[in-house]
């Protein structure tokens, strides 16, 4: 599979992630003002979303522009991709 050469650094970022979402829970807790807290969620998003686009390019590059994959294999990696987007856009 693929995001298994990308695997730890993947997963660091997950972990960076987790730690910014702890960061959001804090303030929470312990009352921090809103615009401390929006910040925070502001860069869990940010984060999320750049994982997000890292996995979606590579998913582009290895199951839709990828030669020698079938026009059947190029279809289905694009459905799949399709199926995020919808998902992730509501």
């Known amino acids: 599979m693929h995001l298994q050469e990308k695997r730890q650094p993947l997963v660091n970022r997950v972990h960076r992630i987790?730690?910014?979402?702890e960061a959001v829970e804090r303030a929470l807790l312990e009352g921090?003002?809103?615009?401390?807290?929006?910040?925070?969620?502001?860069?869990?998003r940010g984060a999320v979303n750049g994982l997000l686009d890292e996995i979606v390019e590579d998913h582009l590059r290895e199951h839709v522009?990828?030669?020698?994959?079938?026009d059947a294999q190029r279809a289905a990696g694009a459905e799949e991709l399709?199926?995020?987007i919808?998902?992730?856009s509501r």
């Open 32 to 44: 921090a003002d809103c615009a401390t807290t929006l910040q925070r969620v502001a860069a869990v």
């Open 65 to 70: 522009a990828r030669p020698g994959l079938s």
């Open 82 to 84: 399709i199926v995020v």
């Open 86 to 88: 919808r998902r992730y």
């Open 18 to 21: 987790a730690g910014q979402l």
